[in-house]
């Protein structure tokens, strides 16, 4: 426990040291350093979470201090947090191991005594009554989410909504497989994994992973591209693109490339696909996964703005966003995102749009999508290029995605505590 306490310690410090994502900075701590497999589960659970629920645990922390929170060394607020987060929010460590392991870990990380602060600090948590702290803190700091966030969405979807949605992405994510063999194969290779599921939201080829996943993932059935790792909602975007036999499709700003990978799929792998991104690490990866399945998606590497394409019969353009509706997946993004994100990245997304309609064919099919809550981002976006752009007309999702996911501008768009997926948009676009 001690070591994956300190590989949480080293990962959390990092994310507070560059604000980076903190997927990234794992992957790339765990890479550097050999670590025990059940040492990395228990280190990724704490990292997460410490970092889902920080402005909470700096709420408990702060009136057991002599002075301001903002004055702690890095390290030691770290510390803290992670060992605040044991005492009040996992019940399987005893409060004793709590104390002794933290104040161990300070000794190793800061040369100066700060052990015995950690210590006192620590011990001064038994006294502390969580719901007296935070009755009169506002909803920001009860569920531990950025001020303008809950803001924005207090204005946008109201208060008990919000209050909902908050609830919804501090629970840990849904993982969701799409599968590429019958479903009834499937289901007996999971049954002898002895992987828990059950069946995923409006689909007869999405598995929900209630235990397991991490045998699924090592599988070999993975590995030979008979599953995807894909939330149900992120697999209605494709569904909502309708691709068909033959036609030439573009996926821009595409990495990882599972989309493109169901797309290629849905076109019985008869389609053309070009699929591009501007992160070059990202196209390499994509590339080589599909070497390796054998799938012949082109991969570049171009920017969406500003490059040339082929003409198409369809486009998915799944833009760059906030991320909002992935946060319970990545809490990262609750504090690396900053109030005005969702404008600057609406004028870029705008900006994408624009371009990439110029190479879609008359009669094709362009779908414009996001993982964001955001308005700005969303139908804010394409009501903007549509009224810009007389020769293109939206069309219902009516007929692609469950009318449950359809909202009043007949666009697709799902809310994460009341449709169990990630949270989406896309609009699906017809050029005249």
């Not at 408990?60 to 060992?83: D, F, T, V, W």
């Not at 870990?105 to 948590?125: D, E, M, P, T």
């Not at 590497?301 to 082929?310: I, N, R, S, V, W």
């Not at 809550?373 to 394409?382: A, D, G, K």
Request: proline share 4%; with cysteine.
């Amino acid at each position: 426990m001690d070591s994956a306490r300190y590989h949480a310690f080293r990962i959390v410090f990092e994310f507070e040291t560059f604000n980076l994502q903190l997927k990234s900075i794992r992957n790339a701590y765990y890479k550097k350093n050999n670590i025990a497999s059940n040492d990395r589960k228990r280190a990724m659970v704490l990292s997460n979470e410490v970092i889902r629920w920080k402005k909470y645990l700096d709420a408990l922390i702060a009136p057991s201090l002599n002075k301001s929170i903002k004055k702690l060394p890095l390290e030691i607020l770290c510390i803290l947090r992670l060992g605040y987060y044991e005492f009040f929010m996992d019940e399987s460590v005893p409060d004793h191991a709590v104390v002794n392991s933290w104040v161990n870990i300070s000794k190793k990380v800061k040369k100066n005594n700060f052990s015995g602060l950690v210590n006192a600090v620590l011990r001064k948590a038994k006294k502390i009554e969580k719901q007296t702290i935070l009755k009169s803190k506002d909803l920001a700091i009860q569920k531990s989410f950025s001020r303008w966030m809950v803001d924005n969405w207090s204005a946008q979807f109201g208060d008990l909504k919000t209050r909902q949605l908050l609830d919804h992405l501090n629970k840990p994510s849904l993982q969701d497989i799409r599968t590429n063999m019958p479903m009834d194969m499937l289901k007996d290779k999971l049954d002898q994994l002895g992987v828990e599921f059950h069946k995923s939201p409006f689909s007869q080829n999405f598995l929900r992973i209630d235990s397991g996943l991490g045998k699924i993932i090592s599988s070999s059935f993975h590995a030979n591209g008979e599953v995807f790792i894909q939330d149900r909602a992120s697999g209605a975007i494709v569904e909502l693109l309708n691709p068909k036999k033959g036609d030439v499709v573009l996926d821009v700003c595409a990495a990882p490339g599972t989309k493109s990978i169901y797309i290629y799929h849905k076109t019985k792998e008869s389609a053309k696909v070009y699929s591009s991104d501007i992160n070059k690490s990202l196209v390499l990866k994509a590339k080589q996964r599909c070497k390796d399945l054998s799938l012949p998606i082109s991969w570049q590497l171009k920017d969406a703005t500003k490059d040339e394409f082929p003409n198409a019969d369809r486009i998915l353009i799944d833009a760059p966003c906030t991320g909002t509706g992935v946060i319970s997946k990545r809490p990262d993004i609750k504090w690396r995102r900053k109030k005005g994100d969702s404008k600057k990245m609406s004028f870029y997304q705008m900006k994408i749009l624009q371009h990439m309609s110029g190479f879609l064919k008359p009669n094709g099919i362009l779908v414009y999508s996001t993982c964001s809550l955001e308005y700005q981002e969303n139908w804010n976006v394409v009501s903007s290029f549509l009224k810009l752009n007389s020769n293109y007309k939206l069309e219902s999702a009516e007929s692609f995605v469950p009318k449950k996911w359809i909202n009043e501008q007949n666009c697709f768009e799902t809310f994460p505590p009341r449709d169990n997926v990630d949270g989406m948009f896309a609009a699906r676009i017809r050029r005249c």
